[in-house]
């Protein structure tokens, strides 16, 4: 099916509707969002003499809607600028406006009679042939399009996104009874090429896959803490991050969607699958129904599980409920011992075997909830889809989950999950056994860097499709690594590219990691073509390890301390300057160093989600590793006859002044860290790699040439230092910023200045240098530098001191 989608129209400007609509905008598709006429004329309206014939009254709900979500955070569009793709109206006066669109995507009201009455509206406007889906979350799609024409029937099937639809990957695709084939592979892979999300082709049944899955796994939970006598954030604790899921773990995610939510999910599943084996898993247990009694929905309504209030003192305090008492009491700590023989396993995988075997409350908790989970996915296939690894996908890309349920039984062991199942009164489906006695003893497994699944038609290891995209360096490491120390592993990703991937805590830049950069770039000069700096972790990187930096200069090592710095600059300068083409792949958190090694590389290829910056004020120093000479270097570069150059150098300045950090990788444009012409942006994130190593290999094979080094970047000297100087007098004077900021200002404003020059010259980059690494380790020596960073250390929060 070959087809472009141009424009698209989404009816229903609700949260949802408003949101998907941003992230068409986000991928550059022109959108048309379209809601129902006002019935009534609000104060304000009245006010204004205006009636209910007037645009702007007839207008009001959907540019309510929109203008709602866009100041909502966090953002639901990438730079505010794209909004502006984004074009409002109203079903009757603009409904014949989707004769002209590509797609038509339902995001209105979850009742099957109000979803039939605007079918029946768009029927009389649609063109044949174009795209028509719905946004459900539950409804069948079979109900949905009965009655309509077959081209319509043809051509209509559910795309359930999931809230928020920027940050959310799981798409869900479920075909009527009629829906063309064609029309299922376009979508599947229009999901996941141009709307970076996980695509999953489901089954008509109750909820899907995603919900009817994460459903249960929240309903069980509900249970369980009464059952085991646990309170709230004992069970947020044990469901967090060390099994891989968000920080709001699950009573705070739950305030945050909505308990209301939650239960018209629970209460359909319940309603609509009698046969379910875990039927009464999804009865409400009595709190929930008092929760949903006193309308203690979350976040929405000011109190759920959790509760903020303020203080005499002015001070806020956020509250638990007590789920014996129903009454809101001070948080308590919750601590377990077999969490604490986590601590030191990293990776989120190898954990689950020491959960499973905890002596205490937690190692019973982990024991029953995986035991219920194991047999419950196990019972779906085939029901909800007759492939494994689509629970996973869809259970990692709509909740959060690193590892799915079948990763983290493969994680504890088939058997050792049978045993589990057996232990809690529970049953595996047939085919569990039937895939061991067959010989099969996992249900993934890994093969010359493909991801092969149990297929349970076939009984035999089947290659998860889709994956000839990507590069999964999980899959890849062992058997194709060229070189490893504590630091970094770097791989051969094919014809001719090296990979570099931090392997440290939280990606941090280390000495390790700038050895393993330094013997990367050696190799691939020596014997390959070019060089990707990428991962596949939550974050590219967090910086540089400032806990190295915080113990030198306690002890007053400044000699070490220069060392260290020198070698991050010169690391830096020799991604810049080698023969070979050096690509940067950052995503989620890069800051500090992290960016600053993406400002030295040929091109960034950065995932859309990348929050970039140089972040270095917040403990107490300014970048070190060439980042404040590289913002001087591009302002310089951005200098242009009759500009008033002051100005432009103040903008790059004020970016690492204020520390300010993209909330999208386009953002970074507007802060100079990223540059147009040369910097991409890829939405899928699973692409990134396979991307960055094809931009590596065409700059190869198109003739790449060494750069030459720079000896013309232009300074202001003076005239720059002394409008800088006085913006941080004035700033301290109106307390805006502390002594120590001043500082910490000044001395980057002597070093983006070019130092004390008289008149502005052309200066070469190891110059900066030298003043960027002079100013470093001049604030390394201020207490109130090392209070930062010790509280940094300690915290994770910046200090103001």
């Not at 919900?211 to 469901?239: A, C, P, Q, W, Y």
């Not at 060390?242 to 909505?258: E, L, Q, Y």
């Not at 604490?340 to 190692?363: H, W």
């Not at 080094?709 to 005239?719: I, T």
Request: a neutral charge.
């Amino acid at each position: 099916m070959n087809k472009h989608i141009n424009n698209v129209a989404v009816i229903g400007s609700g949260i949802m509707g408003s949101g998907i609509a941003c992230h068409f905008a986000n991928i550059g598709v022109e959108v048309l969002l379209l809601d129902i006429v006002p019935r009534e004329l609000n104060d304000k309206e009245k006010a204004k003499g205006l009636t209910l014939q007037d645009k702007a009254v007839r207008n009001r709900l959907v540019n309510d809607s929109l203008a709602a979500s866009l100041k909502s955070k966090p953002s639901p569009i990438y730079h505010p600028k794209f909004a502006s793709r984004i074009t409002t109206g109203n079903l009757e006066d603009d409904i014949a406006k989707v004769a002209q669109v590509d797609w038509i995507i339902e995001v209105v009201v979850e009742r099957l009679d109000i979803k039939k009455k605007v079918f029946d509206n768009l029927e009389k406007h649609r063109t044949p042939g174009t795209l028509i889906t719905s946004n459900t979350s539950g409804i069948p799609i079979k109900f949905m399009s009965e009655g309509r024409s077959e081209d319509f029937q043809q051509h209509f099937c559910g795309t359930h996104f999931f809230n928020p639809p920027r940050y959310l990957k799981l798409f869900e695709i479920i075909p009527g009874p009629k829906t063309s084939k064609e029309v299922l592979a376009f979508l599947d892979n229009y999901g996941e090429q141009f709307l970076g999300k996980t695509s999953v082709v489901a089954k008509d049944t109750p909820a899907f896959i995603g919900n009817r899955i994460g459903i249960f796994s929240i309903m069980s939970l509900f249970h369980t803490v009464k059952e085991m006598g646990l309170t709230v954030e004992e069970i947020d604790k044990l469901t967090g991050p060390v099994i891989g899921r968000p920080k709001s773990a699950t009573f705070r995610t739950v305030d945050v969607v909505g308990l209301d939510t939650l239960v018209h999910v629970a209460n359909g599943i319940y309603e609509n699958c009698p046969k379910d084996e875990k039927h009464e898993h999804f009865k409400l247990p009595q709190f929930i129904e008092t929760l949903m009694e006193n309308k203690w929905l979350g976040s929405k309504t000011g109190q759920g599980f959790y509760k903020k209030v303020k203080k005499e003192d002015g001070s806020s305090e956020i509250l638990t409920l007590d789920l014996d008492s129903m009454e809101y009491r001070s948080k308590k700590s919750a601590k377990f011992a077999t969490l604490e023989l986590t601590k030191s396993i990293d990776k989120v995988i190898d954990r689950f075997n020491v959960l499973a075997d905890g002596n205490d409350k937690a190692g019973e908790f982990y024991r029953k909830s995986f035991g219920a989970l194991f047999a419950y996915v196990s019972h779906r296939i085939p029901e909800i889809t007759d492939e494994l690894y689509k629970i996973d996908d869809a259970m990692k890309a709509g909740f959060g989950w690193e590892h799915g349920p079948f990763q983290i039984w493969d994680a504890i062991g088939v058997e050792k999950g049978l045993e589990l199942i057996k232990s809690e009164g529970n049953k595996p489906a047939d085919w569990v056994n039937e895939m061991l006695a067959s010989g099969n003893k996992s249900f993934y497994s890994v093969k010359d860097g493909a991801t092969f699944f149990y297929s349970i038609p076939k009984k035999s290891m089947e290659k998860v499709p889709g994956q000839d995209a990507f590069i999964i360096l999980d899959n890849i490491r062992k058997s194709n690594e060229v070189f490893k120390n504590s630091g970094v592993v770097v791989e051969d990703l094919g014809d001719g590219i090296l990979n570099v991937e931090f392997q440290s805590k939280m990606n941090t830049i280390g000495g390790d990691v700038l050895a393993g950069l330094n013997k990367a770039i050696g190799l691939a000069e020596k014997d390959f073509q070019g060089l990707v700096v990428g991962n596949q972790a939550a974050n590219f990187s967090v910086g540089a390890n400032i806990g190295m930096i915080f113990m030198m200069a306690v002890e007053q090592e400044y000699d070490e301390l220069n060392m260290a710095i020198k070698m991050f600059q010169d690391t830096m300068m020799r991604m810049r300057y080698s023969s070979i083409p050096t690509v940067s792949a950052p995503h989620g958190m890069t800051l500090g160093g992290g960016c600053e090694l993406s400002l030295h590389a040929d091109k960034v290829v950065a995932a859309a989600e990348t929050y970039i910056g140089l972040v270095e004020f917040g403990v107490g120093v300014i970048p070190g590793g060439g980042g404040s000479k590289e913002m001087a270097l591009r302002a310089s570069d951005t200098f242009r006859k009759n500009d008033v150059e002051l100005n432009v150098l103040q903008e790059y300045f004020l970016t690492i002044g204020m520390a300010k950090v993209s909330t999208s990788a386009y953002e970074a444009y507007d802060l100079g860290i990223l540059q147009h012409g040369k910097d991409i942006v890829v939405v899928n994130k699973d692409r990134q790699i396979a991307t960055a190593k094809a931009h590596a290999k065409l700059m190869a094979e198109a003739g790449y040439t060494k750069p030459i080094k720079r000896k013309d970047v232009k300074v202001l000297g003076k005239q720059a230092l002394g409008m800088f100087l006085v913006g941080t007098d004035s700033m301290e004077a109106g307390k805006y910023i502390s002594e120590h900021d001043k500082k910490i200002a000044n001395k980057l404003a002597y070093v983006m200045a070019g130092g004390d020059l008289s008149e502005a010259s052309l200066v070469t980059e190891q110059y900066l240098l030298d003043l960027e690494r002079e100013a470093f380790l001049s604030l390394c020596t201020e207490k109130k530098t090392l209070e930062r960073i010790q509280h940094m250390l300690k915290t994770g929060k910046p200090l103001r001191n």
